[in-house]
Nanobody, 122 residues
Framework: QVQLVESGGGLVQAGGSLRLSCAAS????????MGWFRQAPGQEREFVAVISTYGGRTDYADSVKGRFTISRDNAKNTVYLQMNSLKPEDTAVYYCAAGRSYVTIPRAFDSWGQGTQVTVSS
């Protein structure tokens, strides 16, 4: 398994930007599909973005397409989520996850970070 630690969350005004980072350690992190998910209070965890092992393929939830960008630096064992034009509805705890399949379903991912809070004020 791989261990994941997220950072970069915080409070930002609507229209602002944040960049989340996910540092991976353990058994060959670069061999994992990496995803970002989020969970708002009282709601289920939802897919945000996913990236293939070498970064050649990415996919996004419709709600963030054109505003968020997922990327990875395998030399640093780190995955990023650049979030621009943030909206109050983006407020949630954001989680990084690692898995073996290129899917958008949370249960398909084996390892999870502890989450980082993102709050967007109007």
């Amino acid at each position: 398994q791989v261990q994941l630690v997220e950072s970069g969350g915080g409070l930002v005004q609507a229209g602002g930007s944040l960049r989340l980072s996910c540092a991976a350690s353990g058994r060959t992190p670069s061999s994992y599909i990496m995803g970002w998910f989020r969970q708002a209070p009282g709601q289920e965890r939802e897919f945000v973005a996913v990236i293939s092992t070498y970064g050649g393929r990415t996919d996004y939830a419709d709600s963030v397409k054109g505003r968020f960008t997922i990327s990875r630096d395998n030399a640093k064992n780190t995955v990023y989520l650049q979030m621009n034009s943030l909206k109050p509805e983006d407020t949630a705890v954001y989680y990084c996850a690692a898995g073996r399949s290129y899917v958008t379903i949370p249960r398909a991912f084996d390892s999870w970070g502890q989450g980082t809070q993102v709050t967007v004020s109007s």
